[in-house]
């Protein structure tokens, strides 16, 4: 594609083309008025022709009346004038005004027979000649009528369709390709993804709409990099950094959601509250990389040691929270002898040491006395300070049911 330089300085060349296109039909109307004007003024002189002839045609019958019927001194004097009057109708300078003018000079030499036979054989003749004349001119000038009517019609069908082949066109090349750039410029926040856009229509519209598909496939790229960056921002936000489970944000969020629902529905629902016996010891003793470890191995063994349904965080340092919807105390105690277990099953190597995490689980289930999520939380961390005190004793820790 040419650069906006380019753009700038090249001429609109769908603009040039309605132009050349308006200019052609602009010349073609004007062509066809012409036409037109020639048929017309051609049908109006057959037919000025045609109305002499009629005028010749009553003067010449006019003058046989008069030849026939009018007395032999009134007669001369009356056939010379209608003779006279038929060459000026002729026109001197024509074959029919000549002989008139012949016919004319016999009237005036004498008034005998043979004269008048002369002028009636003549007046025959014009008379003869003028309604050809008179038929001719009648029909040619009734033809180039016709001719004239059929491209009054043509030109006027012309005019009328071509507005609608022009707005045709413009439909075809900037209207439709528009409203494709329309529906694809809507799908920009569509999370199904931008639409592309067909190259048609006019020149000018079709790069328009290459640049748009280039646009587009750019901003999908965009796209795709953004969900990316947003699920890691998400994941950063509601994931532990060193163990991958909930963090203390997302726990509480959910515990809050569970709370609310545990009490609408009238479900039990407890929570696990888990503190690892001795994490200061291995991080000083065997560095902060072997305690990272042990976190994670924890996490590990929670997750195992638990349901799908079920909600696993760290709630910081030490310290991991399990959320159970629908289990009551008999199954939170369950559940806790499973991760004691499953801790006690799990070996971490740190150098030429063996650590196997152990833990102090305190449990608090819902009940209708709780009044919020915290309150549960607080239960379950007063069970897991009494549990961890009766370790250290050597009593082993119980579920707390708090009310």
């Not at 694809?184 to 790069?207: F, K, Q, T, W, Y």
Request: charged share 25%; aromatic share 4%.
């Amino acid at each position: 594609m040419a650069d906006s330089g380019d753009v700038r300085t090249r001429p609109f060349r769908l603009s040039t083309r309605l132009a050349f296109a308006a200019g052609c039909a602009s010349l073609v109307c004007a062509f066809g008025l012409l036409v037109v004007a020639f048929v017309l003024r051609t049908a109006s002189s057959s037919m000025a022709r045609t109305a002499r002839a009629d005028t010749a045609l009553a003067q010449i019958q006019r003058t046989q009346r008069l030849v026939q019927e009018s007395g032999p001194a009134r007669r001369q004097q009356t056939v010379v004038a209608e003779l006279a009057e038929l060459e000026r109708l002729f026109g001197s300078g024509s074959a029919a005004g000549k002989r008139v003018r012949s016919l004319e000079a016999e009237a005036h030499q004498s008034w005998n027979p043979a004269v008048r036979h002369t002028l009636a054989a003549g007046l025959a003749g014009l008379r003869s000649e003028e309604q050809q004349a008179s038929t001719s001119g009648a029909a040619d000038g009734q033809r180039w009528n016709g001719v004239a009517v059929g491209l009054a019609l043509l030109l006027a069908v012309g005019l009328t369709a071509w507005p609608l082949v022009l707005l045709r066109r413009l439909r075809r090349d900037v209207e439709v390709p528009l409203h494709d750039l329309r529906d694809a410029l809507d799908s920009i926040g569509n999370a199904r993804g931008i639409m592309s856009v067909r190259p048609s229509g006019a020149e000018e519209i079709a790069e328009l709409g290459a640049a748009f598909n280039s646009m587009a496939e750019r901003l999908a790229q965009k796209r795709v990099g953004l969900e990316s960056a947003a699920a890691r921002l998400k994941k950063a936000a509601e994931r532990d950094a060193v163990t991958g489970i909930w963090n203390r944000a997302y726990f509480e969020e959910e515990l809050a959601r569970q709370f609310e629902h545990s009490c609408r529905t009238r479900t039990p629902l407890s929570v696990l509250l888990l503190d690892l016996d001795g994490f200061k010891d291995v991080n000083d003793t065997f560095g902060h990389s072997a305690g990272d470890s042990l976190l994670r191995r924890t996490a590990m063994a929670l997750e195992r040691s638990v349901r799908e349904t079920d909600t696993v965080g760290r709630l910081g340092g030490d310290e991991f929270a399990v959320i159970l919807p629908g289990a009551d105390e008999a199954a939170a105690g369950r559940v806790s002898a499973a991760v004691t277990a499953m801790l006690a099953a799990t070996e971490i190597i740190a150098g030429s040491a063996s650590i196997v995490p152990m833990a102090s689980i305190g449990a608090a289930t819902r009940t209708a006395r709780t009044a919020d999520p915290h309150e549960l939380l607080r239960g379950a961390d007063a069970a897991m300070y009494a549990a961890k005190q009766a370790r250290r004793r050597g009593r082993r820790p119980q579920t707390v049911r708090i009310g």
